[in-house]
């Protein structure tokens, strides 16, 4: 993979359509769709990765819930 998430991330964001035709609306939600999705998945990474997850799996899983739920941990 060539580009990283943060990099796909700024691109997207830079690059909404800027007209409020009904077409560009869609187009700005699907970009915020996925970039809540990248988010959600690099704190994920991070858990995953986390030496409070590699302790206590429970914890760590209760923290991916919370993240996949509203993208955020305690």
Known sequence: MGMSIDEALNLLNNSKPKSNNAFSIQMN???NVIGVTMHK????????????TRVSYDIGFEQI???VEDGKID
């Open 29 to 31: 939600e699907a970009i």
């Open 41 to 52: 998945y690099q704190k994920i990474t991070e858990i995953v990765k986390s030496k409070t």
């Open 65 to 67: 819930k919370k993240v």
